[in-house]
């Protein structure tokens, strides 16, 4: 049979994957909110793996340029995304000494 | 092995790891792994798609080879110059740089909506019909964020607006969606209405953006990461690609729901930040505000802390403006030593981002433990001895509380003026953010310390050391 | 196109849905649990509609048999778990006089 | 309009509501509306599958009229038992009613399963197996419910266990996989084969159940509702149902999470409820205690209560059993309008089934907010003037503080030991659930009351109004 992603099935995925986005984020503590902010950014990125689908699918020059333009766009995003928000990440330390709570 | 089965198998495996990365997100302590581990699936993902080289259509066949290697380049490209750029950018240019990555997001969804556009088998019109609603949206994404990234980078300094700018806008985008309408109808997209569909959404997120003032940017550029996460699900649909549906429609709801949380912390509609200039007609007359402010030597406001039993630190966005976060720390720690309990209060939106503080306090070496939330610390106010505002002050003003006829008015606020003393730190008279005057700093048990924060912060140093000295 | 949930379509649904119910239930305060307990038996009720479905297309007097039985407890399982979850959380009320908290 | 269509979207809607159903369930504040709006997915799903009566196979067009006449009776016995039933039990009968309808859901699932069995035209293989798994859950599912619900109900009550009962139940379940395997691999099922299948399943169910003791049964309850759960989402996955797959799943998922809640908060493991029998082994010689239980007069306690300043109430299994808590209540609003402020504190598995003690107080009217978990109050003991520990044992022992050897060390506590004055009330010496002797019982600032819950409350309430008379 083939996995079809269409119609009420879609839909299904679509309201699930909001419902898990909306819980889990809704957790996030203010104090976490920039990183979120770009961590979420770098999940789109994953659209590049779409851009290559189009890119490597390309059949006329136009194509192969768009393609092209998409998968260094989508690449930037993902890559940006990781680094900026890793490096944000990264300050977030607790106390050396606990008692100085 | 069937290499469309390794590629569903990594995909499905992205979505996981994404899903567990952002729920590590949601506790400090587990932050930091929480985007190694949303970075796997993104990068098993990327590998696996290489795998439809075995699967292209007989179009594509011939150029097999070109499009492998153009992919690999626009690869190492891409990743290369945001590697480079991501390294470098200051903590400061934090937002423009986020509006930045987020904007190339979109312009890839509108790609793969062009690519589809342009191939000679146009696909039913129904998926046509969507694979155009996310290329209008992932297109204005592109050029909304990057005209925010211009304005918050300070490459376009002037707030464009125009009378009956609103119709202007409108007029684009009806023509836009007027010029997708008649792709779908027409059957086989030509060049020249695609171009013109794509021209005219470029077009619409620029204008759409210009009008909005510098400082509401950081509310438009959650709003355009909801944005691109929403183009990028739908291109998903259209590429038959579960996991960037998923990614797509969870960051589009994270987008959605952190824009809320950010227009709702300044006391404002979403439609309110994008349509109309705010402090443009905040102007009004105001209260009048009794009393004078008290301005304090730094040397003696120092002392005082030195000497009180709890001082909580209330940042705002003057401190990000004088880059002081490194010297603030380390006056705290001067306190610290000298038996001073000390705790930050951090509002949502002081600052000009979400969270904008923290991330400032953190690049600083502030451990997170001594950043208090609004409801965490609020009651605490009423036991410190001193209360320091740095750069802060809208977030502060009693008038949100009390005044009904205040533009903040009924805003959460930090609670500065029940402790026993105020401290201000800034550098005159400038209003904040919201353009309205702050009763506070009139207050009887409010003084002023005039000037830079970090001037400020590097006289208090010397007075701790000088009375260490002397001691 | 087919609607077909099968492959790795399932498998995502499954996977959303499995966040989606961790992340709401574990936000449920202890003082619920019971309500909790009998409300998600109640939601599994729904299986009510599956038996319908196999008795409908019932062939055989076995399959008639079997499939009634399930529609029988499939109801029962519904609107028991309605019925009780209901009285129980219509027991909690907050104070009258908020200022008594 | 397509009756597919309307089923699918009903389908749909249900599982949306669903959802939205259990995120009300998670505040008291909207938790009522919440069983109402899952309530109407359930409805208009059940209507709405009436409509597959036009799609049916040819084979079952010609019952089709028989099969809607039994459909309707089904539904309209069924709903009218467990209507009739669920509004006539009483609160303390709770978790063996929940028992009971829980079995009856996996029940349904594993009737499905047996459908698809018989079906003359047997489904492709991969399919056969994934049915045949949710009806072995299901139908353990449904003896195992149905034993603990004759165990809870007190239809059972003796203990079954004899030497390598394990062995056996182990044996039963393999022959059972053994037989399905041999339906699988055999290609159509015979009547036998299933009938064998069928039998395993459900006596591998009550072999599983019996061993394990009365007061462990919650847990087996909550656990088996995660079973019905999955075989419900197995049966949905056969059937292409996604709402049965999700409502099957999200109810996995919780069913397995309280599980693990209710052995976290009473410090053991899930598989340790289950194989090994608690209490049996636990005789062992524990520390020895100094000291003596002092005993005090009912009278005297509530005096000393009506003039304190701040009352905390423990409530245990005890109030349960003596169904107390209405008299309980009416001595609170005595005291609360004597001025003396009280708060209930709740352990999380005080009673016998996760929040037990909350619908106890609940049904008594007592507002939940009055009612506070142990991470709330459990700093608030020291500022009591009296903590009142009624028919409650173990979730007051010290030893879990403090006694490495206890049973129960590491358990999370009410520490009622902080209280300036304790007064406990129970009928004698008798042990609480995990059969250890409490130090609290014997420290200085406790006093014990003696008798029935039930009946020292009449006292108590007696004595309040007698004072109030005399003043
Ligand atoms: N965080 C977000 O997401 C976000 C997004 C958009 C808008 N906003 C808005 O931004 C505001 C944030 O409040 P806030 O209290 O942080 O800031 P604020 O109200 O904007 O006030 C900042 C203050 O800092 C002082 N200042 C500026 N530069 C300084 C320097 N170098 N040294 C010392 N002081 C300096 C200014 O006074 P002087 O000129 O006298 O020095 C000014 O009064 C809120 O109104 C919020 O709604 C926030
Ligand atoms: N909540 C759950 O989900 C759950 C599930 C399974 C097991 N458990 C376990 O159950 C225990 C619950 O602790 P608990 O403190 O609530 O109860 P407990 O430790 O079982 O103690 C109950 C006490 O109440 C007294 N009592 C019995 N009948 C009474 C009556 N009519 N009037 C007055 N007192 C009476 C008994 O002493 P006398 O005989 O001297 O009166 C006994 O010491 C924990 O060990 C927990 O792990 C809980």
Chains 1, 3 share one sequence.
Not at chain 1, 44 to 70: C, D, E, S
Not at chain 1, 85 to 92: A, G, I, Q, S, Y
Not at chain 2, 58 to 73: E, F, K, R
Not at chain 2, 106 to 134: N, R, W
């Amino acid at each position: 049979m083939e996995q079809t992603l269409v119609g009420f099935i879609a839909l299904y995925i679509v309201m699930l994957a909001a419902f898990t986005g909306i819980e889990i984020i809704s957790r996030v503590p203010a104090i976490l909110h920039t990183p979120l902010m770009s961590g979420s950014n770098f999940v789109h990125g994953i659209v590049v793996v779409g851009a290559l689908y189009a890119l490597l699918n390309a059949a006329t020059p136009t194509q192969q340029v768009i393609g092209f333009i998409g998968v260094l766009l989508g690449a930037g995003n993902a890559a940006g995304g990781y680094v900026v928000t890793k490096r944000m990440l990264e300050m977030f330390k607790p106390s050396a000494n606990p008692a100085s709570k | 092995m069937n290499p469309k089965l390794i590629i569903d198998a990594t995909d499905f495996a992205a979505a996981l790891l994404f899903i567990l990365g952002l729920k590590r997100m949601s506790s400090p302590l587990t932050a930091r792994s929480g985007i190694v581990v949303a970075g796997w699936g993104v990068l098993v993902a990327t590998l696996a798609s290489f795998l439809e080289a075995f699967g292209v259509t007989a179009d594509a066949q011939p150029h097999l080879g070109t499009n492998l290697a153009l992919g690999v380049i626009a690869l190492v490209v891409g990743v290369g110059w945001a590697w480079w750029s991501g390294k470098r950018v200051p903590m400061t240019a934090m937002p423009q740089m986020v509006a930045l990555y987020n904007g190339m997001g979109g312009g890839a969804a509108a790609c793969i909506a062009a690519v589809e556009l342009s191939s000679p088998l146009p696909s039913p019109g129904s998926k046509l019909a969507i694979a155009l609603v996310g290329a209008l949206i992932g297109a204005a994404s592109l050029s909304g964020s990057l005209t925010a990234w211009a304005k918050l980078d300070g490459r376009i300094n002037r707030a464009f607006h125009a009378k009956g700018q609103q119709y202007a806008n409108g007029i684009v985008l009806a023509a836009t969606i007027f010029v997708g309408i008649d792709i779908i109808s027409g059957g086989a997209p030509t060049p020249a209405l695609t171009a013109a569909f794509f021209i005219g959404a470029l077009a619409y997120g620029v204008l759409m953006t210009l009008p909005i003032g510098g400082a509401d940017m950081p509310v438009v550029v959650s709003l355009y990461n909801a944005f691109t996460g929403i183009a990028v699900g739908i291109e998903g649909y259209v590429l038959q690609k579960p996991v960037l549906v998923i990614a797509g429609v969870v960051v589009g709801a994270a987008g959605t729901l952190l824009t809320l949380v950010m227009a709702r912390a300044m006391n404002r509609s979403v439609s309110n930040v994008i349509f109309s200039r705010f402090g443009a007609a905040s102007s009004g007359p105001g209260r009048e505000i009794a009393g004078a402010m008290k301005p304090a030597e730094a040397s003696d406001a120092a002392v005082s802390m030195r000497y009180a039993g709890k001082v909580i630190i209330i940042p705002g966005y003057g401190l990000a403006v004088a880059q002081a976060q490194y010297k603030l720390y380390e006056f705290v720690k001067l306190l610290q030593a000298a038996g001073v309990e000390v705790k930050f209060a951090v509002h949502p939106v002081a600052g000009r981002m979400p969270g904008h503080m923290d991330v400032l306090l953190a690049e600083a070496g502030v451990p997170y433990d001594m950043m208090h939330e609004l409801d965490e610390i609020n009651e605490e106010f009423s036991t410190a001895d001193v209360a320091l505002v740095i750069g802060a002050n809208d977030v502060v003003n009693p008038a949100a509380r009390t005044d009904k006829t205040s533009p903040i008015y009924g805003m959460p606020i930090l609670n500065a003026d029940h402790a026993h003393q105020v401290y201000v730190i800034k550098r005159g008279q400038g209003k904040g953010y919201s353009g309205v005057e702050n009763e506070l700093f009139f207050a009887d048990n409010c003084a002023m310390v005039y000037g830079d924060a970090q001037a400020v912060l590097v006289k208090f140093i010397a007075a701790l050391k000088e009375l260490g000295a002397a001691a």
